[in-house]
């Protein structure tokens, strides 16, 4: 049965502040760790920045409309923290409330429904330089405050709202991989800076219920299912020692406010398990989500590792298919890549399926509804005579994507909503402008007035007529 979409289905699209809005350092918005990183050498691809962006910031009014004119139910955007407190805590700016009143007024003007992300990467740099940001206990109340003042400006017309988004990743790149702010490469550092961001999510869902108490709150993990690369049991064990590491390392916590007991054995023998303070467990366990976020882009597939194997490896940013590296922890698991997949040109695997994997797991282990907060195809889209985009793979892999949920409806999953990545073209954080993910194209290269304009791609006329029909082929 391929028309199970639930009534009221948010078919929504998702973007973040620094990838769309520019206006970096506008109307008194503080520095965030991102206008700083960008700014180092060899960080980015080819030197792109968010400075700019796609200028969002400016064009919200325009960008809403074109929303509308689709037909979009529920647009997922970030605020950026140092737009509302520049120094990270302490004095408000007018400035940036007044911004996402106005966004979000528009929005409910258009009958779209707003899903507000509070934390999408962008720390203020006052709070990095003056006491290392994730890595000092003083973030749980910073963080708490700033969630505060947005649940209580917002709370009245904003009832989806997403706490942290990707800690997996934004931890995993910006204290292991060094691929992120602020660029450490440490095990045991990175394990107290996500204990201690996990401490503060809980803290602001728990703030969230006495000033929303009608609104629905959860954290965005990024999920790439796991499959064992073959049926020897010691690949099915570094498989099962992946998903422990990597899915309920995260999941868990949120859920049940625990750490999963093979996973915390692993990390203590290693000596990089988390300091858990007397108290940590229960504010954990307070700080349980009414909905489990899901970005999906891809799956992975695992095999044994020995003590002396691979570690960190290297990510594809050029788009140049098959230049990732190979990966894995030491003593557990390491990638393989899955011979039935076919890729996208960053390495991504394509898999529809896993996407429904992942769900019946989410939904058998921790029994929540999920909101797929990002799915979507980065490409190089190209920008014909007649401003006409032809991106039919992108056409094909949200169907596939789309038929996989309705698979998963079927099976039981409960499913609130699916938000593409992303709604107009926008900065990708380490490969640039060049991949392009959106229902409408930006036009960032002309010089002219023209420059920042913004073309429907074929895929927007696609996805309008699957709102419309809610999902019917
Ligand atoms: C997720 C992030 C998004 C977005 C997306 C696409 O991890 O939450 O912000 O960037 O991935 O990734 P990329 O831009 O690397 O292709």
Redesign the pocket.
Known sequence: KLDNFPEGFLWGSAS?AY?VEGAWDTDGKGKSIWDDFVRIPGKTFMGTNGDVAVDHYNRYKEDVALMAEMGLKAYRFSIAWARIFPEGTGKICQEGLDFYNNLIDELIKHDIEPIVTVY??DLPQALQDLYGGWENRQIIEDFNNYCITLFENFGDRVKYWVSL??QN?FIGLGYLRAMHPPGVTDYKRMYEANHIASLANAKAIKSFRKIVPDGKIGP?F?LNPGYPATCNPEDVLAFEDEEELNAHWWMDVYVWGEYPIAGMKFLKEKGWAPTVLEGDTELLKEGKPDFMGV?Y?RTGTFEKNPLDGVGIGGFNTTGKKGTTQEEGVPGAYKTKRNEYLETTN?DWEIDPTGLRIGMRRITSRYKLPILIS?NGL?EFDKLEEGNIINDDYRIDYIEKHLRACKEAITDGVDLIGYCT?SFTDLL????GYQ?R?GFVYVDRDEQDEKEMARYKKKSFYWYKDVIMNNGKD
């Open positions: 973040a990838q999408h990467w988004n990707e990743i965005s990024a970005n882009y960053w990002e980065g990545w990708s954080w380490l490969n991949k993910y």
